[in-house]
């Protein structure tokens, strides 16, 4: 499967920006889809996860409240929702899928995820 990730961008502190994936090559509706990301210098990072019928969420601590997974699985598309943007959220972001087909347990590991998008950064600035 190819995921591409867009909808980054410059946005200032307190700002929203809505991150898209896109799917081909195969349907992400039976799959788990992440959220991860990557600030220069460190690790890439668990952000935020949907299960594959969109019923359940889970969130990174640093993002709970402020940052909204959805998914229409009619468009094979995933979204990102980031409001109050921090300049601490400066990253890189990826999408990713799950590896598991019809799991409803939502992993926060790298390694519980197969295919990964190319990334869009989004820059908060202070």
């Known amino acids: 499967v190819q995921l591409q990730a867009c909808g980054g961008g410059l946005v200032q502190t307190g700002g929203s920006v809505r991150l898209s994936c896109a799917a081909s090559?195969?349907?992400?509706?039976?799959?788990?889809m992440g959220w991860f990301r990557q600030a220069p210098g460190k690790e890439r990072e668990f952000v935020i996860a949907?299960?594959?019928?969109?019923?359940?969420?889970k969130y990174a601590d640093s993002v709970k409240g402020r940052f909204t997974i959805s998914r229409d699985n009619a468009k094979n598309m995933v979204y990102l929702q980031m409001n109050s943007l921090k300049p601490e959220d400066t990253a890189v972001y990826y999408c990713?899928?799950?590896?598991?087909?019809?799991?409803?347990?939502?992993?926060?590991?790298?390694?519980?995820?197969?295919?990964w998008g190319q990334g869009t950064l989004v820059t908060v600035s202070s």
């Open positions: 949907i299960t594959w019928s969109g019923g359940t969420t």
């Open positions: 090559g195969r349907t992400l509706g039976s799959y788990v």
């Open positions: 990713a899928v799950g590896r598991r087909k019809y799991s409803d347990s939502l992993p926060v590991a790298r390694y519980e995820y197969d295919d």
